[in-house]
């Protein structure tokens, strides 16, 4: 991911300049492995980690497992087999766990953000609290790129597990404080998020208004610029994700 730390990353999926237009409302789709070694608590998988303007949607196509969320309202577990579909709004602390060749389609809202940053792992407070030492902990090496050294993905996730023990047993005020130290840890970053969602979702939404008024007017003209996009394969096979390794697709935004 570009721009979620305080050093700099290439972008993933990386941009396609060929690629002429975005995914349907511009989302991101990319397919899922999830991690299949034993964290800290004696579970197998995923980074548990937050979203602050992204909705998350998992489509389960391999194996089985579960999502574990926390919200203010409290821990809850939802069990995943093929055909299952999940989603989340922003503000849940979500994890997966594999229970056993668990394989998923992930749908991000606002195509871009989640690459720009749209992430905060649940390190315990006093990392949180530190930019560089949050940065320190999250970096992978030369991005996650495929090829990079999984053993370091394992570390960053061991230790965002070791928060979110803290932050379950520590109740509504914990995942309070939690949030607003994501927040606070991200404000440097608003500015460039803003300016990709109006490259990105934002501009979905206002052509969906521009052709709304077309149609109102009983004007056909944007029906004859219509379309057809393939992507025949992921552009990248295998990237180190939070929650596993990811085969990731042309994005633009």
Not at 210 to 215: G, I, P, T, Y
């Amino acid at each position: 991911m570009s721009d979620r730390f305080a050093v700099r990353q290439p972008d993933y999926p990386p941009a396609r300049a060929d690629w002429p237009a975005p995914l349907p409302g511009g989302i991101g789709v990319s397919r899922l492995r999830v991690y299949d070694t034993v964290a800290p608590d004696g579970l197998v998988g995923g980074t548990p980690h937050v979203h602050l303007c992204c909705t998350e949607g998992y489509v389960v196509t391999d194996g089985e497992g579960a999502v574990q969320t926390l919200t203010i309202a409290g821990f809850r577990e939802t069990p995943l087999r093929p055909g299952v579909v999940v989603w989340f709004e922003p503000g849940t602390v979500h994890r997966l766990v594999n229970g056993g060749g668990l394989g998923i389609v992930v749908l991000m809202q606002n195509s871009g953000l989640p690459e720009a940053g749209d992430a905060v792992l649940t390190f315990p407070p006093e990392v949180l609290a530190d930019p560089a030492a949050y940065a320190s902990a999250a970096t992978l090496p030369d991005g996650g790129a495929p090829g990079a050294d999984v053993r370091a993905a394992y570390r960053r996730r061991d230790l965002a597990v070791t928060g979110f023990q803290e932050l379950r047993s520590g109740g509504p005020a914990a995942l309070a404080a939690f949030h607003a130290a994501a927040v606070a840890l991200r404000q440097p970053l608003l500015a460039r998020w803003r300016q990709r969602w109006e490259d990105g979702a934002g501009r979905a939404a206002a052509d969906t208004a521009a052709q709304l008024d077309a149609l109102q007017r009983g004007d056909p003209g944007h029906l004859g610029d219509a379309g057809v996009y393939a992507a025949n394969e992921p552009v990248e096979r295998g990237r180190l994700g939070m929650c596993g390794l990811l085969d990731t697709y042309p994005a633009t935004g």
